[in-house]
């Protein structure tokens, strides 16, 4: 029973870290890919796009521009420390029979750098929200409308109509009309 019971948690946290690291894997194959020079460039056309809608001074703007490429850099560097951590525990699977005291490890490596980057997303997020208070009410409102196009286009889709506001779907981010 006791060994049921181990086994079937194991199991379970496999089947998470797997779904987890199929959810890394599918985050590097898109246009913003952060290894790809085209995602560099898309990147770079998107924020020259929002300083020129915010207006914002050019001290603003790398002030912006360093914490974006800081948060990139850095996120970067854990997803980089993951892949070796899933070909572990993909090698470790496919074994005839599975140490389970080495998957236990390797979900705890798995999920240090999940808790990682959690809180290096938390403290982006801050880091943001202490710039966007600097900024004036309608640079704020355009940031708004900013950060809920790129979510859409992060997650694969934009919003749809009747997600957003009434009249949501009518304004564009970036022209206001």
């Not at 809608?53 to 800081?70: H, S, W």
């Not at 470790?92 to 705890?108: F, G, P, V, W």
């Not at 202490?130 to 900013?146: D, W």
């Given at each position: ?91 470790e ?20 750098i999940q ?15 202490e ?47």
């Amino acid at each position: 029973m006791r060994r049921t019971k181990r086994t079937l948690i194991v199991a379970v946290a496999l089947v998470s870290l797997i779904c987890a690291g199929l959810a890394f894997a599918r985050w590097g194959h898109g246009k913003l890919d952060m290894g790809d020079h085209r995602g560099q460039e898309a990147r770079q056309r998107g924020f020259n796009r929002l300083v020129e809608k915010l207006g914002l001074t050019e001290e603003q703007a790398e002030e912006l521009k360093a914490m974006f490429d800081e948060h990139h850099q850095k996120m970067k560097e854990l997803k980089d420390a993951t892949r070796p951590v899933l070909v572990a525990v993909r090698e470790e699977l496919a074994k005839d029979e599975s140490n389970e005291e080495e998957l236990a490890r390797l979900i705890s490596q798995a999920k240090t750098i999940q808790e990682q980057m959690k809180a290096e997303r938390d403290a982006f997020r801050a880091r943001i929200d202490e710039f966007k208070a600097g900024l004036t009410v309608t640079q704020q409102a355009q940031f708004l409308l900013f950060e809920a196009r790129m979510f859409g286009k992060m997650h694969r889709r934009a919003m749809m109509p009747g997600e957003g506001p009434p009249g949501a779907e009518e304004i564009s981010p970036f022209t206001g009309k």
